[in-house]
């Protein structure tokens, strides 16, 4: 049922993911998905929960919605999920989707959230995730998003971020995400974007990044 009610883009689909989150949706996923460590389902759909629920084109609403998320522990059980479950796939996008949903937004939420997701290890996590799974174009798309989304912002600990980042491998993984899937537009410009954000910027012309 929440899985369909936070979907849409437009001014409806923010009014059902506000209702959700205002009836608990946010806190009973967490619940849910710490209940059931091993069930593939559960982390999936509950995942899949948090992330929708807590996108937003409401700024403010979304914000508290996202702080919300973080403060039941959204970001930590996204982790522990993609870890839990390296085989499952649809696990693996999910989470990469809380990581990339929460850590969205430059007002301080996204700070704070992007903080807290890198103490929990999200960036060592995606990485794996993303090595794991190279054919996989879902989850190389959204590892870079997530990927992306954890170590943006202004604050004082980005540099540590991006530092963190590429010691756990995120410029192989985009770079090989890159490789690998040539012909996806969009994987394109999310492992370029990463890229640049980790200070190596794709050549225009070179061979290493087919696709540019």
């Given at each position: 049922m929440l899985l369909t009610v936070a979907c849409g883009d437009d001014g409806a689909g923010a009014a059902r993911r506000q209702r959700a989150a205002d009836a608990g949706a946010?806190?009973?996923?967490?619940?849910?998905?710490?209940?059931?460590?091993?069930?593939?389902?559960?982390?999936?759909?509950?995942?899949?929960?948090?992330?929708?629920?807590?996108?937003?084109?409401?700024?403010?609403?979304?914000?508290?919605?996202?702080?919300?998320?973080?403060?039941?522990?959204?970001?930590?059980?996204?982790?522990?999920?993609?870890?839990?479950?390296?085989?499952?796939?649809?696990?693996?996008?999910?989470?990469?989707?809380?990581?990339?949903?929460?850590?969205?937004?430059?007002?301080?939420?996204?700070?704070?959230?992007?903080?807290r997701a890198a103490d929990a290890e999200a960036l060592e996590a995606v990485v794996e995730a993303m090595e794991a799974h190279p054919h996989s174009a879902a989850?190389?798309?959204?590892?870079?998003?997530?990927?992306?989304?954890?170590?943006?912002?202004?604050?004082?600990?980005v540099k540590a971020r991006l530092q963190r980042a590429i010691l756990a491998g995120a410029r192989a993984a985009a770079t090989s995400a890159r490789q690998a899937h040539v012909g996806n537009t969009r994987l394109q410009s999310a492992g370029r974007a990463l890229l640049t954000q980790l200070g190596f910027p794709p050549v225009v012309g070179s061979p290493r990044f087919n696709g540019q």
């Open positions: 946010l806190e009973a996923a967490v619940e849910a998905l710490c209940a059931h460590p091993q069930a593939v389902g559960v982390q999936e759909h509950g995942c899949r929960v948090l992330a929708n629920v807590c996108c937003s084109i409401d700024a403010a609403a979304g914000a508290a919605r996202r702080q919300r998320a973080a403060g039941a522990e959204a970001l930590e059980v996204a982790v522990r999920a993609i870890r839990a479950h390296p085989q499952a796939v649809a696990v693996l996008e999910e989470g990469c989707a809380v990581l990339a949903s929460l850590c969205c937004g430059d007002d301080d939420v996204g700070g704070a959230c992007r903080q989850v190389q798309l959204r590892g870079c998003r997530a990927l992306g989304s954890v170590c943006c912002g202004s604050d004082a600990a």
